[in-house]
């Protein structure tokens, strides 16, 4: 799991990022759960589009399941969904939530995002 709380800036997201990936690489989990209830801003779309574009250079395996829980403002669940699409068009199952026990019974079902 990864979290964050508080303003995150594109270069703070980028540092989550890379320690995500180094984890589930050491881990080799399938999944990641990715807590940001707690974030009060976020990093740019652009950011976000670039970071997830970078998944398959920075060797993330297309099979991980990636649940984002967002917080319930309409700017985290927007960037939260744009997160997902991205994801999705990039061939990784990923999935936006606002609640956590939500996203954690997902990634341990069968189903698909």
Not at 60 to 70: E, S
Not at 86 to 108: G, I, M, P, T
Request: aromatic share 10%.
């Amino acid at each position: 799991m990864v979290a964050a709380r508080g303003p995150v800036s594109d270069e703070e997201a980028k540092e989550l990022t890379t320690r995500a990936i180094s984890l589930l690489k050491d881990t080799q989990a399938p999944c990641v759960l990715g807590d940001f209830r707690g974030m009060e801003s976020g990093p740019s779309f652009a950011s976000v589009y670039w970071f997830v574009n970078d998944y398959a250079n920075r060797g993330l395996p297309p099979q991980t399941r990636i649940a984002l829980v967002h917080s319930r403002t309409p700017r985290a669940a927007e960037l939260a969904l744009f997160f997902e699409t991205v994801c999705v068009n990039r061939r990784y199952e990923a999935k936006a939530f606002d609640s956590r026990q939500a996203a954690e019974a997902w990634l341990h079902s069968g189903t698909t995002a």
